[in-house]
Nanobody, 123 residues
């Protein structure tokens, strides 16, 4: 089973930027769609962004569109989330997930999760 390890979270001021990384072990990473989700205190986990197995397709939640960019490097078994223009409402634990298909379109299709990395945006 693929293990996922997120990194890159931290404390940033409003308007700042962070780049999250999710390093994967295992051979199935390169044929799996990947996604980023987040969970704020007291709220349910919500979708942020997804990328297909070869990086050819991406999809974003409306709340982050134009500010966040998902990408992947299959030679490094890593998926990234570049976050610009951060807002206090982006504060959450961010998780990467591995889809069981090359292009997962629902949360139910994500079968493997990392431990999460905290992002805190101060106002």
């Amino acid at each position: 089973q693929v293990q996922l390890v997120e990194s890159g979270g931290g404390l940033v001021q409003t308007g700042g930027s962070l780049r999250l990384s999710c390093a994967a072990s295992g051979r199935t990473f390169r044929i799996s769609g990947m996604g980023w989700f987040r969970q704020a205190p007291g709220k349910e986990r919500e979708f942020v962004a997804a990328i297909s197995w070869n990086g050819g397709s991406t999809y974003y939640a409306d709340s982050v569109k134009g500010r966040f960019t998902i990408s992947r490097d299959n030679t490094k078994n890593t998926v990234y989330l570049q976050m610009n223009g951060l807002k206090p409402e982006d504060t959450a634990v961010y998780y990467c997930g591995q889809g069981r298909t090359p292009w997962p379109t629902t949360e139910d299709e994500y079968v493997n999760w990392g431990q999460g990395t905290q992002v805190t945006v101060s106002s």
